[in-house]
């Protein structure tokens, strides 16, 4: 069993910016082992009752540290990795950026963009809120 617990979200204004983390932890995980690809996904505002299916991995960072974003984001957000954590750093944001966004891991890869296969392993979220 792996825990993800999402922090960091809140309002912003237009322009500004946001540093969202995840903490991963649980009896199965290892650091040394770095078996997880790991992924940050939003879920637009009114989707809730569609569950996983309307999430989108918007960025992404495989076992081997390679990173891979979501045109929607791309030169704009930063995934990274540091020992047990995960951080979306996320640069001029737009009003469109507003979302749930979580914390997703699993051993088999993560692809980018809305659909299956879904990461077996999620956080509860954090929202995030950008105002014009």
């Known amino acids: 069993q792996v825990h993800l617990v999402e922090s960091g979200g809140g309002s912003v204004e237009s322009g500004g910016s946001l540093t969202l983390s995840c903490t991963i932890s649980?009896?199965?995980?290892?650091?040394?082992?770095?078996?997880?690809?790991m992924g940050w996904f939003r879920q637009p505002p009114g989707t809730e009752r569609e569950g996983v299916a309307q999430r989108e991995a918007i960025a992404v960072i495989e076992r081997d540290a390679t990173t891979i974003y979501d045109d929607s984001v791309k030169g704009r957000f930063f995934i990274s990795r540091d020992e047990d954590m995960v951080i979306l750093k996320m640069n001029s944001l737009k009003p469109e950026d507003t979302a749930m966004y979580y914390c997703?891991?699993?051993?088999?890869?993560?692809?980018?963009?809305?659909?299956?296969?879904?990461?077996?392993?999620w956080g509860q979220g954090t929202q995030v809120t950008v105002s014009v």
């Open positions: 649980g009896p199965t995980y290892t650091r040394a082992s770095r078996e997880f690809y």
């Open positions: 997703a891991a699993d051993r088999r890869g993560i692809p980018t963009g809305r659909g299956p296969p879904f990461p077996a392993h």
